[in-house]
């Protein structure tokens, strides 16, 4: 292991370090770890890691005042599709997250669970074994001709969701959200983004829908829209929170090449904010940043440099939490915290640092995380990556490697 090569500063003179409110919680900071998709849980199941889990969370919610997101978690096993990934809907799921949120409140952290709905981005023989659908906004319409091979050999093929299922889905997300708040979590937060589910009703790319939830920028925002409102309904908008990815092309999604997609985006903030001057605000939105339009290329890979989120503040009177490759750009992190009510996301060097915070505040090195570790079934690259403190006992030095 060594240090990612590039030149630390110190933030804690910056407004990274200075307190700010988000729903019902005090953060002391700004640094955020947003949600890192693990691949730990057990299966089948989908129980959150009985053995790591805990520590890992434990680990990176250590310094006082931080707001956790977690991994992305299933409502329902419809909702799902990969093996390894945690749910919130059994007794015995719920019995770990308990540990799970016990554990980020004893080191007076905050913990917001991300609701996490596949959509076509499943796996559609995983679904088959369930003796689940493989869902999307619209029958047929698959991200490649890969999937759409994979689906035909797993005789499930790819199908929009009717209104019936999509208001089950909505009762899902009700549940989830209930759930994790009655097992000990601050809030929780929609997953919008990424190209899953509600991103594929979004997009036009994977959405040719001509009933209410497609066509238009108002129906295609329809199904997201109802969500927020029903999760609000049940848990309070200010344990509510969404993520969006308005410049992001993973799972096939239009990206900034698509001259209308900002416009998508544009309305449904906007929406959001109509409810937040009517009482309802939600706790933040997150916004991923054109910087990371697919999370699995190399750092600054295909970085959209024509588009930008600052349209959001025009629009969107609450916090904004804005993450995208800040750990190797701690100069626009500052810049960016300058903004009304923002947070910074930290999400791989989170992995890597579980003393990140501690870190950032101080200007000091960063461990270089591993990729090839990020999805493994191991605690290797999961519970053993060193503090800063281990790290210089140990002798770790800095990657020759650029960035």
């Known amino acids: 292991m060594s240090y990612m090569n590039f030149d630390p500063k110190p933030l804690g003179d910056t407004n990274i370090f200075k307190p700010i409110k988000i729903g019902n919680n005090e953060l002391k900071h700004r640094v955020v770890m947003p949600a890192l998709t693990r691949m730990r849980a057990i299966a089948p199941g989908n129980i959150p890691n009985t053995e790591w889990a805990e520590e890992y969370y434990r680990q990176r919610s250590q310094y006082p005042g931080t707001l956790i997101i977690t991994e992305g978690t299933f409502p329902s096993a419809q909702s799902g599709g990969y093996p390894n990934v945690p749910g919130i809907w059994s007794k015995e799921q719920l019995a770990e997250w308990k540990k799970i949120f016990n554990a980020i409140h004893e080191n007076k952290s905050f913990v917001w669970v991300q ?9 559609p023989e995983v679904l088959k074994k369930e003796g689940l659908r493989y869902d999307s906004a619209t029958d047929d319409l698959y991200m490649g001709e890969e999937e759409k091979e994979r689906a035909l050999k797993a005789n499930n093929p790819q199908h929009g969701i009717t209104k019936e299922e999509i208001k ?6 009700v549940d989830a959200a209930k759930k994790a708040i009655d097992a000990g979590a601050d809030g929780v937060q ?7 589910l509600l991103n594929q009703f979004l997009d036009p790319i994977s959405n040719n829908r001509t009933d209410e939830y ?4 108002e129906n295609r925002a329809r199904f997201t829209l109802e969500v927020v409102d029903a999760v609000v309904d049940a848990v309070g908008a200010e344990r509510t929170s969404i993520r969006f990815s308005p410049y992001g092309t993973f799972g096939t999604m239009s990206g900034g090449e698509n001259p209308g997609i900002v416009a ?22 997150d916004l991923v940043e054109p910087r990371v339009t697919d999370p699995f290329l190399p750092e600054f890979e295909k970085w959209f440099k024509e588009g930008t989120n600052e349209f959001i503040y025009s629009i969107w009177k609450g916090p904004v939490l804005r993450v995208g490759n800040y750990a190797l750009d701690p100069d626009q992190a500052t810049l960016d ?14 992995i890597a640092n579980p003393d990140l915070v501690y870190r950032l505040e101080k200007g000091l090195p960063l461990n270089k995380y591993d990729r090839n570790t990020f999805y493994t ?8 990556y060193p503090s800063y403190e281990e790290s210089v006992a140990k002798g770790y030095k800095k990657e020759e490697k650029k960035y």
């Open 115 to 123: 609701l996490w709905v596949l959509g076509r981005q499943a796996w």
């Open 168 to 173: 089950q889905y909505i009762k899902e997300y």
């Open 190 to 196: 929609i997953h919008s983004a990424n190209g899953y």
């Open 214 to 217: 497609g066509g238009s920028i």
């Open 264 to 285: 998508q985006y544009a309305y449904v903030i906007g929406e959001l904010e109509k409810r937040a001057r009517a009482g309802k605000r939600l706790a933040f939105i």
């Open 337 to 350: 915290s300058k903004k009304p009510n923002t947070l910074i996301g930290y999400g791989r060097s989170f």
């Open 377 to 384: 079934f191991t605690k290797e690259g999961y519970t053993d």
